[in-house]
């Protein structure tokens, strides 16, 4: 009784601060992480200024360029996806009598205009999980395998997870051309990458999804000619920025193309390339899943599937 009453009287950390604590460690950007756990950075920063004056320690070296963590970061970072993943476990044996679904999507795609798949994802029953939105395909495969997650939306099938999860195609996302529009190209109503071969291609790094950069990249290779590729920033609004200044193109989910800004446009890619260049949007589940709360929800999000 004596420790549970100094449990109970003592200041401790959030669970939401632990959470927001770890976004940003995994992330070391706070915007990124703020996009990951759907919140803007001022109630981010609060929440991790708030932990570290309950912990009385420096948990982050900022500077203008660089967020890092500090020793005594680096070792909560161990303690607390510990104490998180126990809290998880216990949820998950914890009894309810409604069935919640934890459903993990992409942040690759705005299924908020992906107008099928949003009509099933509303009919379902999704519980408001900070760790479940915007994530990359490749760390909702990693939560589904923890059985952090039941079912996930990810662009394109993801590699190494082959004995766990198995996958069903749902939908085959178009790729647009984001360019400048003062590029003579740009009066086409469907481009080709030969079209704009004078211009950079903002790329990003294999890292973030194995899958459809080798299917893009096995495209490029094939191409009669050399396909210049630069890094693309971290936020997006800035590469449209670049590229409305004249300085690149980038090949975009159709659903993500909603920012407008003078010297932007978008086109569609010509017949032959959007069949090569798109992403594929798979339901994934585990492969020994028997509950059928989650399996009809991946049987409605495929219900559109004609052919793979």
């Known amino acids: 009784m004596a420790i549970a009453e100094n449990l109970i009287s003592n200041n401790l950390p959030s669970v939401k601060q632990l959470q927001c604590f770890l976004a ?58 510990k104490l998180l993943q ?24 705005n299924f908020e205009l992906i107008e099928s798949i949003n009509e099933q994802l509303n009919k379902l029953d999704v519980s408001n999980d900070v760790e479940t939105p915007n994530l990359t395909s490749a760390q909702l495969l990693h939560c589904l395998s923890k059985n952090t997650l039941d079912l996930v939306l990810t662009g394109e099938k993801g590699t190494g997870h082959e004995n766990i999860v198995q996958f069903r195609w749902v939908y085959r996302e178009p790729l647009l051309m984001a360019m400048p529009a003062m590029h003579p190209a740009s009066l086409k109503e469907k481009v ?22 080798d299917k893009c990249e096995s495209y490029f290779d094939r191409l009669r000619f050399p396909l210049k590729r630069v890094k693309e920033p971290d936020d997006s609004l800035v590469m ?7 300085k690149g193109v980038a090949l975009m989910p159709q659903s993500k193309c909603t920012f407008n800004q003078e010297g932007l446009c978008y086109r569609e890619l010509t017949d032959h390339e959007s069949s090569k260049l798109n992403i594929d949007v798979y339901a994934a589940t585990r492969l020994n899943e028997k509950r059928e709360n989650i399996l009809n929800a991946q049987d409605a999000l495929c219900r559109n ?4």
Not at 55 to 70: D, G
């Open 24 to 81: 940003v460690a995994h992330e070391l950007n706070f915007r990124r992480a703020a996009e990951r756990l759907r919140m803007t950075q001022p109630p981010l920063t609060r929440q991790i200024k708030c932990l570290e004056a309950v912990l009385e320690i420096q948990l982050f070296s900022r500077s203008t360029h660089e967020v890092s963590l500090t020793e005594a970061g680096r070792e909560l970072v161990i303690r607390a996806e």
């Open 240 to 246: 449209l920025t670049h590229i409305a200044r004249g």
């Open 305 to 308: 599937n004609l052919s793979e």
């Open 192 to 213: 080709s990458l030969e079209d704009i071969r004078d211009l950079p291609l903002f790329w990003f790094a294999r890292s973030a999804n194995p899958a459809f950069y």
């Open 86 to 109: 126990e809290l998880s476990e216990m949820k998950m044996v914890a009894p309810s009598s409604k069935k919640i679904l934890r459903i993990g999507l992409t942040r690759t795609l």
